[in-house]
């Protein structure tokens, strides 16, 4: 790979599928995306205010399943953008004592600009960031 970070929507999706295809290439353990550390002030001001406590919104992907942190608010709309996903579904929440917000995987069997499309949706949707957000490709 020779790009880690997307500012556009075509260009997000393509970095996604860049990175899918370069982890399953190495076949590495996993892959994590992470908005830009400024994305937390770009939040619309609606959004849940218990999100800042969970920090820069981030996914990994690997084997199959997408890794998110979120707050309940932020899992109300992932179930309700799953809706949009129907070969996507929650495997497993978690909900550690020692940590605010619920460890959700969802399994994504699916090509990888399907995976791209649902990873850009949760950064949109989910995590309500504004269309220009900059993702990072910071670990594959």
């Known amino acids: 790979m020779t790009r880690f970070d997307a500012s556009e929507p075509t260009e997000r999706r393509k970095l996604y599928v860049d990175a899918i295809t370069a ?23 609606t959004a849940d205010q218990s999100a ?5 919104p981030w996914i ?3 084997d199959g399943t997408v890794n998110l942190d979120c707050t309940d608010a932020e899992l109300e709309a992932l179930k309700d953008l799953l809706e949009a996903f ?4 929650i495997d497993d929440l978690t909900r550690p004592e020692d940590a605010d917000g619920i460890n959700v995987r969802v399994s994504a069997k699916a090509d990888a600009n399907r995976i791209a499309q649902f990873i850009d949706d949760v950064f949109l949707e989910v ?7 900059r993702i990072w490709l ?3």
């Open 23 to 45: 982890h399953r290439e190495r076949a590495s353990g996993f892959l994590t995306l992470e908005a830009d550390d400024t994305a937390d002030e770009e939040r619309d001001d």
């Open 52 to 56: 800042a406590a969970l920090g820069v």
């Open 60 to 62: 990994q992907f690997g």
């Open 86 to 89: 129907p070969a996507f579904k």
């Open 127 to 133: 995590y309500d960031l504004p269309s220009t957000v």
């Open 138 to 140: 910071v670990d594959v």
